[in-house]
């Protein structure tokens, strides 16, 4: 029986990958202990055969590469957060609306639920728009603890006597581990404010539920450990994930914080979770919410959040930059 080219060849790689399965064991104890240019260096000036330096050179470091991953070092895993792991856009579905999708889905709503009235006159307005989403606050994390600090489990429970009478989904902030199983009936995405971002048992107590997150960037959080934010909630399980760009710290004072759109081109590419923006917390200033909010758009967010109160100016947070409605009409209509 003749031994065809390929059979030979096989064989041949077959061996290859035997020696390279001990060489990933041994390798990925070694890589700590060995410099690896040093190591590379000696091999190719001391290996003479057939093969080019170059090719020899890519193929060890590319198997010390493959050695290293998985281990201790965080910044070699492969985050789950990114490209890498997963190519195509995760699409969050909440009450039949896709975040991530082709579309855009906007979250618009008052500051703080501050009674069932109120918070009933904004979801009749949407609802009349043909929106799905309401947002409203229960739990707020006010900078003076002496400031109207939310209604609590009585906010929860007006957000679901909303979502039933409305037929909206509802999302709210939740501020400790402990709010996940209290409100998780009540709500259809827990918010994590900006000031949470890196509360890691409360990410980590979002990540073992199977509710949307949406997650906002910490009000000096890099783009980077933004990331690693959302991935304690997607190492716990949870792939339900959406992030916000709300603003960051700088030395503007024109803005309530600095808007940074190139989070938003920066986040895609690095990411296939959805990117929404916040132009309320960013920017704090209603003459220029909805020009920011199609810059967004145009940066590629999958959709907007603002505030809007049916009195602001008798609002018990944010008072200066929730829109009215006449003002939200004028925003909402602009909007492509
Ligand atoms: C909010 O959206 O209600 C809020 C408090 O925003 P942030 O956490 O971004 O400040
Ligand atoms: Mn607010």
């Known amino acids: 029986m003749t031994v065809s080219r390929e059979d030979e060849l096989f064989e041949i790689d077959m061996e290859l990958l035997k020696l390279l399965d001990e060489r990933i064991q041994k390798g990925a104890i070694a890589r700590h202990d060995v410099d690896e240019a040093a190591y590379i260096q000696k091999l190719t000036s001391i290996y003479d055969g057939a093969a080019p330096g170059e090719l020899v050179e890519k193929l060890i470091q590319s198997l010390f590469n493959e050695s290293g991953k998985g281990r201790d070092h965080g910044a070699e895993r492969r985050m789950l957060y990114s490209r890498e792991s997963k190519r195509s856009d995760t699409i969050v579905e909440v009450n039949g609306h896709e975040i991530g999708g082709p579309g855009t889905v906007n979250i618009f709503g008052p500051c703080a639920v501050e009674s069932y009235r109120q918070t009933a006159e904004v979801a009749a307005m949407l609802k009349e728009k043909g929106l799905g989403i309401i ?3 229960a739990y707020k994390p006010r900078t003076s603890p002496y400031d109207f600090q939310g209604l609590g489990e009585e906010g929860l429970r007006i957000l679901s006597r909303i979502r039933e009478e409305y037929g909206l989904a509802v999302i ?3 501020t400790a581990p402990g709010h996940v199983e209290l409100a998780r009936p009540h709500l259809d995405i827990f918010q994590i404010g900006a000031r949470n971002m890196q509360n890691f048992e409360l990410l980590k107590a979002v990540g073992r539920s199977q509710t949307p997150v949406l997650l906002k960037r910490g009000l000096s959080a890099t783009v980077e ?3 690693y934010a959302a991935e304690y909630i997607l190492a716990e399980g949870n792939p339900r994930v959406i ?5 960051i710290r700088t030395y503007e004072k024109s803005t309530r914080n600095t808007l940074d759109i190139s989070a938003v081109p920066l986040l895609k590419q690095a990411t296939h979770l959805p990117v929404m923006v916040d132009v309320t917390h960013s920017t704090g200033r209603k003459e220029i919410m909805a ?3 199609k810059a967004a758009l145009a940066a590629g967010a999958d959709g907007i959040m603002a505030e809007v109160h049916p009195e602001p100016d008798a609002a018990l ?3 200066k930059q929730q829109m009215s409605f006449t ?3 004028d925003f909402y209509t602009n909007l492509p």
Not at 243 to 247: S, T
């Open 135 to 137: 947002r409203g606050g």
């Open 172 to 174: 709210s902030e939740i």
């Open 225 to 227: 450990e933004f990331l």
């Open 243 to 247: 992030l916000c760009e709300r603003g």
């Open 291 to 293: 020009e920011c909010a």
């Open 317 to 319: 947070s944010d008072s």
């Open 327 to 329: 003002e939200f009409e």
